[in-house]
């Protein structure tokens, strides 16, 4: 009989899915093709996914910034903020409401739901604005809608400084560069921090003023109507059309100069009579430096170093969905093209940012594991099966991990770290099929003493529907963990959506592919005998070994309950490293190794720039001497381009003279040998002196690995009322600064400092003809950057302003503004001291509120060994119940604080009371871990459905599913054997592992109740099933822990891989254990 013809009669009719598949495809020419085509995609998949580090999230977020002038903050709130707040929580799929009150100034922030789209959600809240317009109180000006995204961070840094060049014509520089590098493809939002602008200042001399008599208002009317040019009409004479264009530009300070402003007995007073007239950069409101780190034998010989040399920093985002290492590449290749021609030699370039190179590290990194951990599986398939099944294994695992990132694509997934881990971790689940099926086909032609096709078909028949069946529990286990909520739900989405996206392509490969690719590769009879020999062997020792153990174990019942007692014993033995000894750390994910951190300075509101440009610049000096640190970039007064980190934080509004930012880069991770978190904690170290001298708080930002949020600890601070909320939020941060594993404590909360504010005397001003809107009008033409248009250059990208002002060193004596002519309605001025008079006030302390709630905010990050919230928040609490003797804190409406402490949410009874909850990173781990443990109880329900439905009782799918728990006597001394922290990615590991033990499970069930039902003792099925199935659960499980080695050396996914090496080791030796007994104990439901 030919081969055709013997697939066409296996030895069973029923074929099954499995069979059927195995004797379509054996020797179906058809195979081949289709194989090729798994690789063609697979390749175009490599080649169309977008690259990048981190999985794309959409987190939309909308600022609405409302102004009301001459506005307290309390009337703010009360009229903008509130009103505002509960408009925006009308909308579905809002998750927070946060709102800022300050005087004149109200801004709301909305954040949408994790998940929703940002153009639909804008949709929504335009149309919430535009429909409730009319609730907009008089004098309130129009809304400003500021979206912000993930894709508006900014993908690629580049700062210009120069020991040579100021900062101004760095900015011109700059913005000739950023136009050009802004026809880049695919390149979106784009930006310059900072540099001052070319102005023309028109600088008013009070004094001049008064003797001249004239008014700022006639200063600025008469510049202003000599800068118009318009087109006034047409006419037509000789049958042609000519277009009319009256009046002039200004083009230069002479022209300013020029104008004459009025007449004072019969002699015209010109612009320069009353003021001096400058074309120069503007005032100083910020500034930016550059650094270079300390000079090192890497340092190439006689390089320009920098010391707070002028610098100006150019970012760029990329458009959603395009490849990030592509644009990144495509920016840098232009400017290699705009150095010389474009930039000047006396004007360096340093890249700051270039998340394309630091995904593209990323990804070629993993895909060597990838590469890597293919290897150790096709190695571990040759060692046991011999080098044919390897060659087998070898070609089917690159057509499905190729294949499932070209779902990927499809699925519009990216390829990313967790995308690639995803792949790395599925490598040692989805071999088994090709195992399992390899393996039995061998075993099968032995028994037969021929390789022929009949019995190969018959042989994937045989495993079909356990393969089947293992393979849906181990989906079973990993697809509930999609629907985590928040920002770990998208972050972690690509490892159970690619996993069983793999396991289905696996199993589809497992029936087609590997029977023909067996057949091809197909082994002699006599090599197959030379191995069944030594199989023969080995089961000889395995029978004899699980006999030993089985049978007394079994039969005496008080070893059994000793054994049983054992096991529960040291399960909770080990959970006691969790609690209370804190052997095991928990924590939400741990730190990486990033190739750069942020130190955020908070000087005391009313701090002046200089002030805090002094101590910025010692603070860089103290840095520079880090050996890890190639360079650093300060910004005083403005913000630095912002991370994703910073996007949630809003640190791109941080624009106070008092507000300060230095950005770190260190050398590439694989060049130094501490990480960036202990270059972090050294930082921090040297910093914390500086800042004794002063009121000043620092806060050194390390990159989130995950989702980021306000700060890793924050309090909520609720209370009756705002001195309440206040008195409660001082105290909590000395609470928060006894605590051992808290620093950087601060608050949202300001210093209280002074203000001036002129008091019109309107009894004066009315008898003088004059309004208080004519002195407001003054005083702001007076202050500085009063707009009175532009002079036309056409060559610049950036526009020249005219302003008028009061010179600094003028307008900061007070008597001299008191000097500054304020003009009637008539003509006549009245010198201002004659008007009211300059009194000290205290600034408006901002009001906040969240999801339409007062509230303060107290923040810390956490240091040391326990770095999780829970621990430093326990020892807040712990302090709050000690506090005073024993007696607890009690805040000032009386409620004993520790009492009052949430950590979920703050029960909605409590709204009078004082009251805080938990917030930050706590709440994320608290989210993820839930979600997690309501998916793994999903997972447990649909494994057990599975395994009911394929067994047909209740009994034996208990005890297939006992070894579950048992995974933890393996994970938890695992994670402290390591040193790790159990973190998400445990919880995923154990999970996944959860369907993994119950594959092996239900290949020795299955075999024993085929041998039962062959007329075999249950006893005696049992150890037969251990003596057959020993070899392919001890290769999967190998197999698995080759493809989690090459991921245990990194810092986010180094939980996963302990669990599922050490959890699966001792897993796969209980299951050789107790699923025997527990069918020895099942007895007829076997």
């Known amino acids: 009989m030919d081969e055709s013809q013997q697939a066409e009669h296996p030895q069973h009719h029923n074929l099954g899915v499995a069979g059927a598949m195995a004797r379509a495809f054996i020797t179906s020419p058809l195979s081949l093709l289709l194989l090729l085509a798994f690789f063609a995609v697979g390749l175009l998949g490599l080649q169309m996914t977008p690259r990048q580090e981190d999985p794309q999230i959409s987190v939309p977020m909308v600022d609405i910034f409302v102004r009301y002038p001459g506005a307290s903050a309390q009337e703010v709130e009360n009229l903008i903020s509130r009103p505002l707040e509960s408009i925006m929580s009308e909308m579905t799929g809002v998750d927070h409401v946060y709102s800022y009150s300050a005087r004149e100034q109200s801004m709301v922030t909305v954040q949408f739901i994790v998940g929703q789209q940002l153009e639909p959600s804008l949709v929504k809240l335009y149309d919430k604005l535009e429909s409730n317009r009319d609730r907009i109180p008089i004098g309130v000006d129009q809304p400003l809608v500021k979206p912000k995204g993930a894709d508006d961070v900014p993908l690629v840094t580049l700062t210009l400084w120069s020991n040579q060049v100021d900062d101004a014509n760095l900015r011109l520089v700059g913005l000739d560069v950023l136009q050009s590098l802004r026809e880049v493809v695919n390149t979106s939002q784009s930006f310059i921090v900072d540099g001052r602008r070319d102005e023309l200042k028109v600088e008013i001399l009070p004094e001049r003023l008064a003797t001249f008599g004239v008014s700022l208002g006639q200063v600025a009317n008469t510049i202003r109507m000599a800068n118009s040019e318009r087109n006034t009409g047409t006419v037509e004479p000789d049958q042609r059309v000519f277009k009319i264009y009256s009046g002039a530009f200004l083009n230069s300070a002479e022209d300013v100069k020029r104008l004459i402003v009025s007449v004072v007995n019969g002699q015209p007073v010109y612009v320069r009579d009353v003021a001096s007239v400058t074309e120069s950069p503007s005032e100083a409101s910020n500034a930016v430096a550059y650094y270079t780190g300390a000079i090192t034998e890497d340092t190439p010989e006689g390089a320009e170093q920098a010391d707070n040399a002028a610098a100006v920093t150019l970012a760029l985002a990329k458009k959603h969905g395009t490849n990030g290492v592509d644009v990144a590449n495509a920016i840098l290749a232009k400017l290699d093209m705009l150095k010389g021609r474009v930039i000047p030699d006396n004007v360096h370039v340093e890249i700051t940012r270039n998340y394309g190179e630091s995904a593209k590290e990323k990804v070629n990194e993993l895909i060597f594991k990838l590469f890597v951990a293919t290897g150790i599986v096709t190695i571990l398939v040759w060692f046991f099966l011999g080098f044919r099944a390897a060659g087998v294994v070898l070609i089917v695992i690159p057509a499905v991990i190729t294949t499932t990132v070209f779902a990927a694509w499809i699925l519009g997934m990216t390829i990313d770290r967790v995308s690639l881990f995803a792949l790395i971790f599925s490598i040692g689940i989805l071999v088994d099929d090709a195992i399992v099926v390899v393996e039995n086909i061998y075993r099968r032609w032995l028994l037969v003493e021929d390789t022929d096709i009949s019995t190969a078909v018959d042989a994937v028949r045989e495993v079909g529907n356990p393969t089947i069946l293992a393979t849906a529990t181990v989906i079973a286990a990993l697809l509930p963990m999609g629907f985590v909520s928040g920002m770990m739900g998208p972050y972690m989405r690509p490892i159970p959506v690619l996993g069983s996206v793999a396991m289905v392509i696996s199993l589809f490969a497992a029936f087609a592919f590997t029977p023909w690719l067996t057949n091809r590769f197909k082994p002699s009879l006599n090599s197959l005998r030379e191995s069944a020999a030594k199989e023969h062997k080995q089961a000889a020792r395995l029978e004899k070994l699980f006999r030993g153990m089985i049978v007394p174990l079994a039969t005496n019942r008080k070893k059994g309950m000793i054994f049983l007692a054992s096991i529960v014993v040291v399960f909770f033995l080990f959970m006691a490293l969790f609690y209370p000894l804190k052997a095991v750390r928990v924590k939400m994910l741990p730190l990486d190794n990033k190739p750069e951190f942020n130190v955020v300075l908070n000087m005391p509101e009313g701090t002046a720039l200089p002030v805090t440009a002094n101590l910025v610049h010692s603070m860089a000096t103290a840095l520079k001497g880090i050996p890890e640190v190639t360079a650093l970039q300060t910004y005083v007064g403005t913000a630095s381009p912002y991370n994703f980190n910073g996007l949630v934080r809003h640190y791109y509004l941080r624009n106070q003279p008092w507000q300060a930012d230095i950005q770190v880069q260190l050398t590439s991770k694989h060049e130094r040998k501490r990480t960036s978190h202990q270059i972090a904690v050294e930082a921090r170290a040297l910093l914390q002196p500086l800042l004794k001298a002063t009121a000043g708080q620092l806060q050194v930002v390390e990159m989130p690995p995950g989702p980021p949020v306000l700060q890793s600890v924050v309090a909520e601070i609720y209370g009756p009322d705002a001195a309440t909320r206040r008195k409660v939020a001082t105290d909590m941060m000395a609470f928060f600064r006894q605590a051992e594993n808290l620093d950087d404590v601060d608050s949202l909360m300001t210093a209280e400092h002074d203000i001036l504010r002129f008091m019109v005397d309107s009894d004066k001003a009315q008898r003088n003809g004059i309004t208080a809107e004519d002195v407001n009008r003054t005083l702001e033409m007076a202050m500085g950057g009063f707009i009175l248009g532009d002079i036309k250059k056409n060559a610049l990208i950036d526009p020249t302003k005219i302003i008028m002002q009061v010179p600094l060193n003028a307008r900061s004596q007070i008597y001299r503004l008191s000097q500054l002519p304020v003009a009637n309605r008539m003509g006549q001025s009245v010198p201002l001291h004659e008007l009211g008079t300059f009194v000290f006030d205290k600034q408006d302390k901002p009001i906040y509120r969240k999801d339409l709630r007062p509230v303060e905010f107290v923040t810390a990050e956490t240091v040391g060994r326990l770095a999780a919230p829970v621990y430093g928040q326990s020892q807040v609490e712990d302090l709050l119940r000690n506090a005073n003797d024993g007696q607890g804190y009690v805040t000032p409406d009386g409620t004993q604080l520790a009492d009052a402490a949430y950590w979920l949410k703050t029960p909605q009874g409590v709204e009078g009371k004082s009251a805080f909850e938990w917030g930050g990173e706590w709440t994320v781990t608290w989210e993820t871990f839930r979600d997690m443990g309501i998916a793994f109880a999903a997972a447990l329900v649909l494994i057990y ?58 290949l020795l069930v299955d075999f024993a109740r085929e041998a039962v039902v062959n007329g075999e003792s249950v006893m005696e099925a049992v150890i037969h099933s251990c003596e057959a199935r020993t070899r392919p659960i001890i290769i999967t499980a190998l197999a698995l822990f080759g493809g989690s080695m090459v991921i245990l050396s990194d810092p986010i996914f180094q939980g996963m891989a302990v669990s599922l090496i050490f959890g699966g080791a001792v897993a796969t030796l209980l299951t050789l254990l107790i699923i025997p007994l527990g069918c020895v104990s099942a007895g007829k439901a076997l």
């Open 945 to 1002: 459905m599975l395994i009911v439905a394929q067994f047909g009782n209740f009994i034996l799918p208990a005890i297939i599913m006992a070894p579950i728990p048992l995974t933890l006597i393996g994970i938890v001394p695992g994670h402290w054997l390591m040193d790790a922290e159990f973190t998400a990615t445990s919880m995923i590991g154990f999970i996944a592992l959860a369907g993994i033990i119950v594959r092996n499970s239900i």
